[in-house]
């Protein structure tokens, strides 16, 4: 579905862009769910430009679509040109990196940099709706001085009791607390943050590719089922995102696809096996007709042909006659 939003504000932080739209008056509004993305578009110099691929941060709830973007690329640096006022061009949602409440009892989110984008709807909605369900954060990030989104996330956590959020850093961390850790993501993190207990949640990954199939290897490795690791991965430029999840809602959308594929065929099948008998037997006179038709014309055949070699032996049979030694009629003299 494609909508026409407006620019609420545009809001440059070091080199992240925040982008909050709204809808236009009287236009439709794009109804989503928390961890969906959508294309975003707008013009330039009276030309559009491309569409690009960002998550949506807001919550449903807000009446704003907004989103975090870092300014990297020409599109990028364009949209951050963006002015209110302007419109911009939507299409969506898109995505199934969102919450399934009646399969995902605890969630452990790993976020790389800019890939804190899906979180921060989902982490919003959950405490804005004050959800119960366990939220456990892995946020990683070069340096502690450029996390997106720090000074909300902490503060999300003391709002919400079932929030946990621990802040890595590579380059080391600036911050003595039990909520930063100096170094990468490790199998001990995990396993000390989960209780051990890697089979009882639902993973979400999203980051930079590297760090998305790091993740999911490590996860794969302590028996993890796929049907429980949600990815989404960022391209080098941030500007595609790539999905991809098996839910119980999505596989239950393919049973039934499947199931009523095959119920169409079953019953194909069965209109075939009744009309075909009916087809032959419908051809069945025409072809004892041709049949028919073509022996009287055999017949017909045979009759003419055997009339004429009747009438050539009946010629033949004369010839002698006609060509016997002729003998003068004896004639009495008296």
Do not use: W
């Amino acid at each position: 579905m494609s909508y026409t939003y407006t620019v609420q504000s545009s809001v440059r932080q070091k080199d992240i862009l925040l982008l909050t739209l709204v809808p236009q008056i009287g236009e439709r509004t794009m109804r989503f769910s928390p961890g969906q993305y959508a294309t975003i578009g707008f013009k330039r110099h009276g030309r559009p430009t491309p569409m690009r691929c960002f998550s949506i941060i807001s919550t449903p709830r807000s009446g704003v679509l907004q989103f975090a973007m870092r300014i990297r690329g020409r599109f990028t640096a364009t949209a951050a040109e963006l002015q209110p006022g302007e419109e911009v061009r939507i299409q969506g949602p898109f995505g199934e990196f969102t919450v399934d409440s009646t399969y995902d009892e605890r969630l452990v989110c790993f976020a790389g940099g800019i890939g804190i984008t899906p979180f921060m709807s989902i982490i919003r909605d959950a405490t804005e709706r004050k959800l119960p369900i366990p939220i456990t954060l892995l946020f990683s990030n070069r340096s502690a001085a450029n996390i997106p989104f720090y000074d909300e996330l902490r503060l999300l956590a003391e709002q919400n009791p079932h929030l946990r959020i621990r802040f890595y850093c590579s380059e080391g961390a600036s911050e003595q607390s039990p909520s930063f850790v100096a170094g990468t993501i490790t199998t001990d993190d995990i396993a000390q943050l989960t209780d051990r207990a890697y089979r009882g949640s639902t993973y979400f990954v999203c980051g930079p590719r590297g760090f998305s199939k790091h993740i999911q290897r490590t996860l794969q490795a302590h028996r993890v089922h796929e049907s429980r690791i949600l990815s989404e991965s960022f391209t080098q430029s941030h500007s595609l995102l790539i999905g991809s999840r098996l839910s119980v809602r999505s596989l239950t959308y393919g049973l039934s696809a499947a199931a009523l594929a095959l119920g169409f065929g079953f019953f194909m099948v069965l209109d075939l096996k009744q009309t075909l008998p009916k087809l032959v037997r419908a051809q069945t006179p025409a072809a004892s007709n041709t049949n028919s038709t073509n022996s009287t014309s055999s017949t017909s055949t045979a009759n003419n042909s055997a009339a004429a070699t009747g009438s050539v032996d009946q010629n033949t049979s004369t010839t002698p006659s006609q060509t016997q030694t002729y003998q003068a009629p004896v004639s009495s003299v008296s």
